[in-house]
């Protein structure tokens, strides 16, 4: 990514975006239980064409403004969303892309590895989160969500962050 004030302006734009609709939309909308998590999404798309400094300063700045926004507790998303935007990153430098497909397999792992870490995170600073077999299955719903999100948000991401990039992800 080239780095810019337009490159920052654009994704602080874009992660704003997603945690206010987030806070705001989605996490009103149960579907079977599981929710939407578009920041997630965000998260690793930006990584994914970015690269992963970039992630990862872009998931930490998204988990400070989840956090701040929904008065969670404080560094909790903002641990995790960091570990997924530099995992989503280092993928797509290590391995290159060879179909246009592959945002969907991404986006349902990122959003698994957010749930479950997401979990193990708050039971070990005891939030008060609640241990049940339905758990299970909202995760699972959730992540089913989130892979048939996963193709839009990646493909936005692409075409908002494409004068930022370095090279065009379409070539």
Request: aromatic letters at 6%; proline letters at 4%; glycine letters at 10%.
């Amino acid at each position: 990514m080239i780095l810019s004030v337009g490159a920052f302006v654009r994704v602080g734009a874009l992660l704003l975006v997603a945690v206010v609709l987030q806070l705001s939309a989605l996490n009103q909308l149960s579907i079977l239980g599981g929710h939407a998590d578009l920041v997630v999404l965000v998260v690793a798309a930006v990584a994914y064409y970015a690269g992963s400094v970039t992630g990862s300063a872009t998931g930490f700045a998204a988990g400070l403004l989840l956090d701040l926004l929904s008065g969670a507790t404080m560094g909790a998303s903002s641990l995790v969303l960091t570990a997924i935007g530099y995992g989503v990153g280092r993928f797509r430098e290590v391995r290159d892309p060879s179909h246009g497909l592959l945002p969907v397999p991404v986006g349902a792992l990122a959003t698994a590895a957010w749930v479950v870490a997401f979990a193990a995170v708050s039971l070990m600073l005891d939030i008060g989160a609640r241990v049940s077999p339905l758990v299970i299955r909202d995760m699972v719903v959730t992540v089913l969500l989130n892979a048939l999100l996963a193709l839009p948000v990646f493909t936005g991401c692409r075409k908002l962050l494409r004068p930022s990039l370095a090279v065009d992800p379409l070539e």
